[in-house]
């Protein structure tokens, strides 16, 4: 094999990076994988619109067909976006036997498991390291670690726009909604930010790199999401006061073949390597067996960042069509997916609660987690705004997540308990 | 090809991690190399010594001669250490047409671009990522990255005892001689501390980096060196309540085709990515083109982590052998080594010093430094312990090195100062 055939759908940013890298990059390139690459087709909207990337005009066609089905292209690169519609695009493309590079979440996250089921009948490649955290390349990691290693927990910080927010309301003392606005007027945030403000974005990707790590299928469904919209300023200053920072951690581990996939605001000690992760930027921390502690620093999107991951895939393709081991992303579920019921979900909690200031509350309070033998690290008491009320904040030691909820839906029929105001998952801790 | 074959010089922790993980991990090490890896040989001192590893006892030799003359072997791994002697077995198997993955840095320091130059001629892979921060992949990620990026700066934590030591000062207020004492005892300092300490092993490190980034040949010779021994009690102190973190710091930058390498101690921000890096972790920071800020962190060493990186390595060299593009790893050095003058180092530099407590010595100070055109960003005064003395901590804006020295030139010959206590690079900060 002399050169192998590109067709490239998109022509945005992104997609004009990759004939950048393609092009300045050329003989390095080859130099890594073999043989040359090149780039037959270019699927865009518009063929006259005026480009600020040097192509041959004889590349680009509005006819995906010219791509999909063009018996001389090997490898497609997909970094155009949309989910259904380009969804059958690829479809199609693979069981033309073609290869693909994607950097899209929304549509891995959704058709993933069943592109990568059938390009493993068609002997083909997805790759699709570049959408989650564009820069960091955390899924081959996980893939080429996983052969000689064990993963047991990762904990991710992989959406940008939530965490931009939480540093801005740490960092400044801000409330949610101001930093929203603003985000979305630096475009840090869609003028739609339910998926990442939800916590949905983070899950999509927790799953993919779930799926990875257990060999397991699990699906959206099975990771407990929680956004960060309910967190306060003053849960923030109060984490702060007891040596926490708070993040949007997505959590995947497994304990005795039983896993956890969650996505929550966490409380981490703020020495931990994630509490100072700051701004836009994504990190995965990831506990393996052998390897112990690693993590992994980076933009988590981004147009050259992205096209660089992109690139970096469809060199891992055209190395693996060379080795002859096209088809083996799709990793065969191994395992049967296990999840840990609540009472198998250990973890530290942050609570706090609005009590009645009068003497014996604190006691009617301590019988209630005694009673559900839940201990605790840390507590702070103090007058709260209103008045004869005061505020409990505590910090349990190791307890199961049912234990939480039972002492949670007991201090509710105690008198002496205005208000639970919130409640956080502390980790990251010995 | 359906199976190739190993031979291991060394069964110490590492080369029975190594046996352990080959076994424990056969299928999924096959399914990722497309054919089996089956050790043939271990080269050992002692055949009858008990071990903690189930081995077929045949494979067990003293003879070097039956691994690098074997031509049923493939791929020497080398994990018994040594510089000498190894280098001639080495060469040896190279000549006999082995490719090698070594975990070992001393070797790879003094004898590398050798080794990789012969392996080059023998079309064979030399192949050392566990040799630099065991269980990060940070050589991988330069040369993959280096194909569709261009590395311009690496700022690297690359050895676990020093920074295990000034994590200890700093978070304790230790002085640096029980700290070490403590270190020796406890096996994360070696008994002659030298070569760390001094900061020759980060240097090593740094040097291996340095080439592949900049694609120069780069020698030991060529970093500017300065190790740990002198920081003191009051330099941590000092540092701390400007915000800084004092790390030893390799760095490697190019600017214009001039490099610069050097390790020494470095103030960082304290919110930093590199300044949380506590204990004997390691962390290498990549600032390149087209990525931007990225960070690979984790075990420095350790045998089980050390491992799973020869075992990568022994991973890629089977898959380039199937690919048929061994003999890559010697970088051809494309630019011919330019190493910036002392002109062309821009930093910010951290300077402590005690001055004569009186009237206009304040004036004097700043004057020689106003001929330089040195400015400075944070500036303390306080009295100093011994009597009619007063001490100076400045930190200057971005200087060349030359203004720095210049300038220290000039207090020395000013009489209201009585000497200057330390300065140090400041890095990291926008």
């Excluded at 899209?104 to 990568?116: E, F, I, S, T």
């Excluded at 899950?203 to 959206?220: C, G, H, W």
């Excluded at 393996?288 to 690139?311: D, H, I, N």
């Excluded at 469809?314 to 083996?328: A, F, P, Q, S, W």
Aim: glycine share 6%.
């Amino acid at each position: 094999m002399q050169q192998v055939n590109v067709g490239l759908c998109g022509l945005g940013t992104v997609g004009a990076g990759v004939v950048k890298i393609l092009e300045g990059h050329a003989d390095e390139i080859k130099y890594k994988v073999g043989c040359e690459i090149s780039i037959k087709k270019i699927l865009v909207n518009d063929i006259n619109k005026k480009r600020d990337v040097i192509i041959d005009s004889s590349w680009l066609t509005t006819d995906p067909d010219e791509l999909m089905k063009n018996p001389d292209i090997d490898i497609i690169i997909e970094v155009m976006g949309g989910i259904e519609d380009t969804n059958i695009l690829l479809e199609t493309a693979i069981r033309n036997k073609k290869h693909i590079v994607t950097a899209n979440k929304d549509l891995m996250a959704v058709h993933g498991q069943k592109l990568l089921r059938l390009a493993k009948e068609n002997h083909c490649d997805v790759f699709y390291d570049a959408s989650v955290a564009g820069g960091i390349p955390i899924i081959r990691s996980l893939t080429d670690g996983l052969a000689s290693d064990r993963i047991q927990k990762i904990m991710g910080i992989v959406n940008g726009t939530t965490n931009y927010i939480l540093t801005k309301m740490t960092d400044e003392q801000l409330a949610f909604e101001p930093v929203l606005k603003e985000a979305q007027e630096l475009g840090f945030a869609e003028a739609d930010p339910t998926s990442d403000v939800e916590g949905l974005d983070a899950a999509r990707k927790m799953t993919l790199l779930a799926n990875l790590a257990f060999k397991m299928e699990i699906s959206l469904d099975d990771v407990e999401v929680k956004g960060i919209r309910t967190i306060s300023q003053e849960d923030i200053t109060f984490a702060t006061s007891l040596g926490y920072t708070i993040k949007l951690i997505g959590i995947a581990s497994i304990n005795k073949g039983k896993v956890e996939v969650s996505v929550e605001p966490t409380l981490l000690p703020k020495d931990h390597p994630l509490a100072l992760v700051k701004n836009e930027f994504n990190a995965v921390y990831v506990h393996g067996e052998a390897v112990g502690e690693t993590m992994f620093y980076g933009p988590g999107a981004g147009s050259m960042p992205t096209a660089t991951a992109v690139v970096s895939d469809l060199m891992e393709v055209v190395k693996n069509i060379r080795l002859g081991i096209t088809g083996n992303e799709y990793v065969t579920p191994q395992y049967k997916t296990q999840l840990k019921l609540n009472e198998e979900k250990y973890t530290k909690y942050f609570i706090r609660m609005e009590v009645n200031d009068e003497a014996g509350t604190f006691q009617k309070i301590t019988n209630i987690f005694s009673d559900e033998n839940v201990s605790f690290a840390k507590i702070l008491q103090l007058p709260a705004s209103k008045e004869k009320m005061a505020e409990i904040v505590m910090v349990t030691h190791q307890i199961s997540k049912q234990q939480l909820l039972n002492s949670l839906e007991n201090l509710k029929d105690l008198s002496v308990v205005n208000r639970i105001i919130s409640y956080y998952r502390v980790d990251g801790e010995e």
